[in-house]
Structures are given as C-alpha cells and as structure tokens.
C-alpha cells in the first residue's frame, strides 16, 4: 500500500551548516509531495511542494526535488539558523495525506 | 482569514467523560481531517471527509465518531474518554485536487485521567 518514510531524529546542527532529511514514499500512482514545519507549540504549516516529476519545490532557503525513479523527496538546507529548529513532516498526497513521523531539528548557534 | 479553527486549546477529562472537539473552516474545502499527534509516532489519521454526508475512517479510528452535516464544521466525538486518549489531535483541510495543500488547524491538547 502507499506509504511514507522519514529520516529518525533528533538532528543536531551547528548554525550554518548544511541540512538533508531523507524522505521516500512507496505508491501505486504518483502522489504530489510535500513538507510541512511545526515550531513548538504550533499547528503544521506548509514549507513547500512538488506536484510532478523533477518539480523541486523552495521556500525559506529550503529545496526539495520530486525524484520518480528513487521516489524519493529529501529536504535540503545549505545553511541552517536557529530559528531553523522545529520539527518537519514529509506528506506525500496520494487521495488522503500520508504523513512521516517527523524529524527534529534543533540548531545551536 | 481565519482559516481552520480549533476549539478548546486545552482540555482535561476524567476516564468515562465525553467530549466533542470543534473544527470549523472558513475556505470552502471539501477534505477535512483529524489527525492525533503522540511522542514519536508522527501524525496518525482517525477520521476524514470528503464533504458533506461523507466520512471514513483513517488508521486509528477506535473511539472516536465524526460526522460532516455542513462544509464548514467537522465535529470529533470521544465517547468514552480512555487514558490512552491523551495527545495532540489537529484538524485540517484542503481541496480535494491532488496538488493542493493541507492548513491545519493550533491544535487541542487532550489529557485523560
């Protein structure tokens, strides 16, 4: 069945160094991809998506590529803040959400 | 712009106790869903919608009942509340076109005792 898999946290950072979370999913068809952001004590937001084949998605400095041939959809970072530390979600949409577990993300100054 | 709303915040019930958490959405989405969220076992799907009338069940179901009588308010019902009850449960919604994003809702943080 379709589902998704998350790097395990937590990660820990210096400040400015580059960041990769690893996320692949399995599926029948071809879901649309996306990474949400939780900062503490908040809900989940939408850092970026990719809808199809070789899209990569950016936001806030973040990048990631929709890879069909590894289905895969690794969040990348060149250089992490502090303010970086929060905990992301990999989500493939195939009809429902498929949500990882989470990676955390804790970057010290 | 409201967006999804959650209601309460915080909630503590006694074993036994019932409760309705409130999610309201102000954007016209047809796909509206709960989630619960424990340490270390991400977001787990317990019931979803795909409009008015229309329910299923996600992955953790068990205690729990929905129902979706408008577009706009998506009702979670504990019948009986149980310890292993207490977490995060996150209302969100979306279109129902495979590109669209997910906004989900502050959160209500449930503790059974």
């Known amino acids: 069945g379709d589902s998704v898999t998350q790097m395990e946290g937590p990660v820990t950072l210096s400040e400015e160094a580059f960041l990769t979370i690893n996320c692949t999913y399995t599926a029948t068809g071809y879901p649309s991809l996306f990474w949400y952001v939780q900062y503490p004590g908040e809900g989940l937001q939408l850092l970026l998506k990719?809808?199809?084949?070789?899209d990569k998605g950016s936001n806030k400095g973040f990048e990631a590529t929709y890879r069909k041939e590894t289905t895969s959809f690794h969040l990348e970072k060149g250089s992490v803040q502090v303010s970086d530390s929060a905990v992301y979600f990999c989500?493939?949409?195939?009809?429902?959400?498929?949500f990882g577990s989470g990676t955390k993300l804790n970057v010290k100054p | 712009n409201a967006g999804v709303t959650q209601t309460p915040k915080f909630q503590v019930l006694k074993t036994g106790q019932s409760m309705t958490l409130q999610c309201a959405q102000d954007m016209n989405h047809e796909y509206m869903s709960w989630y619960r969220q424990d340490p270390g076992m991400g977001l787990r799907l317990i019931h979803y919608s795909v409009g008015a009338g229309i329910t299923d069940q996600g992955e953790v179901p068990n205690g729990y009942n929905v129902s979706r009588s408008t577009t706009e308010d998506f009702p979670l019902r504990l019948l009986s509340a149980a310890p292993s009850q207490t977490s995060v449960y996150f209302c969100?919604?979306?279109?129902?076109?495979?590109?669209?994003?997910?906004?989900f809702g502050q959160g209500t943080r449930l503790t059974v005792v």
């Open positions: 989500a493939p949409r195939f009809n429902k959400f498929y």
């Open positions: 969100a919604s979306s279109s129902v076109g495979l590109g669209t994003e997910a906004f």
């Open positions: 990719a809808t199809k084949a070789d």
